[in-house]
């Protein structure tokens, strides 16, 4: 039943994708892979009310950098902060803070 479901669910967003790029030819980012992404930023942020009126200040990159890289609310609001304070762009992203296996690290 999982299978199905999780095949179900991939042949929606799919579906979804398909219908997106036919009404807005060229849009970019609303492939499979955009669209979880999209499901998982919304997953992470909508029940923080700390972090939802910051996450409009930094980019989709660091975005995707954090949601990776940090495990729990308080990292994601420590980098969404970091970002904003030290106002990282896409190119600096790299420079200003990694990931490991664990956690966000800040980069001396």
């Given at each position: 039943?999982?299978?199905?479901?999780?095949?179900y669910?991939?042949?929606?967003?799919?579906?979804?994708?398909?219908?997106?790029?036919?009404?807005?030819p060229?849009?970019?980012?609303?492939?499979?892979?955009?669209?979880?992404?999209?499901?998982?930023?919304?997953e992470?942020?909508?029940?923080?009310e700390?972090?939802?009126p910051?996450?409009?200040q930094?980019?989709?990159?660091?975005?995707?950098?954090?949601?990776?890289?940090?495990?729990?609310?308080?990292?994601?609001?420590?980098?969404?902060?970091?970002?904003?304070?030290?106002?990282?762009?896409?190119?600096?992203?790299g420079?200003g803070?990694?990931?490991?296996?664990?956690?966000?690290?800040?980069?001396?």
């Amino acid at each position: 039943m999982h299978t199905e479901h999780a095949s179900y669910g991939d042949a929606y967003i799919d579906e979804i994708s398909r219908e997106i790029q036919e009404t807005f030819p060229g849009i970019k980012g609303f492939n499979r892979r955009g669209l979880y992404r999209m499901k998982k930023f919304y997953e992470t942020y909508k029940d923080n009310e700390i972090v939802t009126p910051l996450v409009t200040q930094i980019s989709w990159t660091n975005h995707l950098l954090i949601m990776s890289g940090c495990k729990t609310d308080e990292e994601m609001e420590f980098y969404i902060r970091l970002c904003i304070k030290e106002n990282y762009s896409n190119q600096d992203h790299g420079q200003g803070y990694s990931k490991d296996s664990t956690s966000c690290k800040r980069i001396s």
